[in-house]
């Protein structure tokens, strides 16, 4: 009964654009009512290892889920499906090519999206729209297939926990990068994915707040005049061949950062004390942040995690 529930909710929520935006409307806002009461009581950390299946693009990436791997030590299992800015929609419907796909899931950990998600075989499954937000919400219907993607996992088992990673954009964004991120939580990320997709009785979604936390150890980091080399936004993300600056994929270091976000909240763990010395993918040592930076990478991502009741974790 509770997988047709689910099911059922998650139909319902599919054609929100068709339906027009009166009943995107309703279901926002009886996603918001519910997000109250669900938000409200913090999830049950985990006893043990977790599998996580990993869902997305490229701000996924193969270095991040091993890194968090390595983080979370013996017992932690990944895998993924992968795209060039694919969005949600893009992995979920069968006749549409995800972009770059064979590039992306060349690798051991690739299995197919909708076989994993639907063989109850994870723990936690992490969604991850692509950017800019904006344009997966006016075009890909990020609401609907959010629900999908989460009334899937949650049918297949009971128990499953899914998560909506909360990435961020283009670091020359026009409107500021700070901005942005600051603005979008609560307009986009919430109010026109997280809270619709919940609807009145859809399965529970919590978030990962990657964004956030990039925000606010930039702060940080601006605060102190500077640490271990990391001064500005820009220290986190790549370089391209040419020399210029990559402005939205993350270096090691932004990837370390945002596995230890996905350490707390799936583990309900600080990540204070944890190593900085990890390795990529491919078995390559990655660039790891200094000391100190690393210690206020973690107190930071702490600190987000436990004030976000969306993450589940107890503040």
Sequence with gaps: MANRRFLLAGLGLVGLSA???GMWLWARNAGARRAQSLYATPLDAPDGPLRVYHLGHSLVGQDMPAMLAQLAGEGH?????LGWGAPLKDHWEPDIEVNGFEASNDHPRYRDAREAVGSGDYDAVVLTEMVEITDAIAYFDSAAYTARWATLAAGAREGTRVYLYETWHHTDDPKGWLRRIDEDLEAQWLGKILYPALGSDG???HLIPAG?????????VEERGGVDGISAVQDLFATQD???PDTIHFNDIGAYLVALTHYAVLYHRSPEGLPQALMRADGTPAVAPGAEAAAVMQRVVWDVVRRMP????AG
């Design 19 to 21: 339906l027009g935006g």
């Design 203 to 205: 399965p529970a979604i």
């Design 77 to 81: 299992g990944y895998e993924s499906q």
């Design 310 to 313: 969306q993450t589940g974790v």
């Design 212 to 220: 956030q936390v990039m925000a606010a150890f930039v702060r940080a």
């Design 242 to 244: 040419d020399g210029t």
